[in-house]
């Protein structure tokens, strides 16, 4: 699709972020003019598709609104997940008029979407839902299909299709997303052991009992509350009571605050995981996905499945199965 329009009107500006270009990305927005992009060389071919710069001229008048006036096309129609056909790359498109795409390798895209209308010297019109990056630059449009539709489709050079998930069920996690799930479980292994968090050998505290604790000097986890709110972010509050409650609040716990300050017990033995820096495999498990990981610990390789299920818009553990 090749987007015929002459725009003439000043669009409110965007203060949603967006990730930085890659070499490949920067190429193709420059040959497109004010393409802007922001995925991984990966999934450059086919996700950095907008032709916002083109030179044709047409004598047709543009357009732009939430909801252009003698349409019953609204961004409404696209709220929800879609996913990308030959990428898995997935869109998800808000009450608010925004919306995300995350690439299945890494990256995402924000921006949002209006309603353009192209009126042709006939009076007949067409109109499109056109997503507009964060510098309100024009990324690409779908021409708005028949009603009802659960597919929509750009003619930008490439082109892409994608489909609305209508099964009610997430989307599987992507290469980033499992990757972060095993950086937390190796995370919470690594307390256990007393590693983890950067700690001051020299400021050291002693309990009754002779455990003895060392400062942590690390700038992001300051108190036992940063390190479980970190934990909670890829853990369910089941599944990090039953599993690693006993970093917090037990009767020997490994993280102690003293003075309103995080100390991590010193006990330097070693762990369970040494996961393998690699694409996580993500398969279907009928009620959620498994994550599965390569681990080889002590040089024993095996596999580690990690149990995830989606909650307030994070992949979280459920479970983890040893030795698989």
């Known amino acids: 699709m090749k987007l015929k329009i002459a725009l003439t009107f000043m669009l409110a500006v965007c203060t949603l972020a967006s990730c930085g270009k890659t070499n490949s990305d920067q190429q193709n927005s420059d040959k497109k003019n004010n393409t802007a992009a922001t995925t991984t060389s990966e999934s450059t071919s086919t996700t950095v598709t907008a032709n916002a710069g083109s030179s044709e001229t047409t004598t047709a008048q543009a357009t732009s609104s939430d909801d252009v006036s ?3 096309y609204s961004v409404s129609d696209l709220v929800g997940e879609w996913v990308q056909n030959d990428t898995g790359n997935i869109l998800t ?3 608010d008029g925004s919306f995300s795409l995350k690439y299945i390798y890494g990256g995402t895209r924000f921006g949002t979407i209006k309603i353009d209308a192209e009126e042709h010297p006939d009076g007949s019109k067409t109109y499109w839902y056109s997503f507009y990056e964060p510098d309100n630059t024009l990324w690409t449009g779908f ?3 028949e009603k009802p539709f659960n597919e929509i489709y750009s003619e930008d050079e490439g082109g892409m299709t994608f489909c609305r ?3 009610g069920k ?5 290469v980033p997303e499992a990757k972060d799930i095993r950086d937390t479980l190796a995370f919470a292994d690594r307390l256990m052991c007393g590693t983890g968090v950067n700690t001051d050998m020299n400021a050291e505290y002693k309990t009754d009992d002779g455990t003895v604790y060392h400062k942590s000097i690390d700038g992001y986890y300051k108190t036992t509350d940063d390190v479980r709110n970190y934990l909670r972010i890829h853990m369910t509050e089941q599944f990090l009571d039953n599993e690693y409650g006993f970093l917090f609040g037990t009767e020997h716990p490994k993280c102690i605050d003293v003075n309103g300050e995080l100390y991590i017990e ?3 033995i070693g762990g369970r995981y040494s996961f393998e820096d690699e694409d996580p495999v993500v398969v279907d498990n009928g009620n959620g996905y498994s994550i599965k990981i390569k681990n080889n610990d002590y040089g024993a ?5 990690v149990e995830v299920v989606k909650e307030d818009g994070k992949w979280k553990i459920t479970d983890v199965i040893d030795n698989f």
């Not at 390789?301 to 499945?305: A, I, N, Q, S």
Request: proline share 16%.
């Open 70 to 72: 003698g349409s019953d």
């Open 93 to 95: 498109v808000n009450d």
């Open 165 to 167: 998930n209508i099964s």
């Open 170 to 174: 997430d989307f599987p996690p992507n």
């Open 143 to 145: 021409v708005c299909p």
């Open 301 to 305: 390789e095996d596999t580690v499945v």
């Open 266 to 268: 010193y006990r330097p």
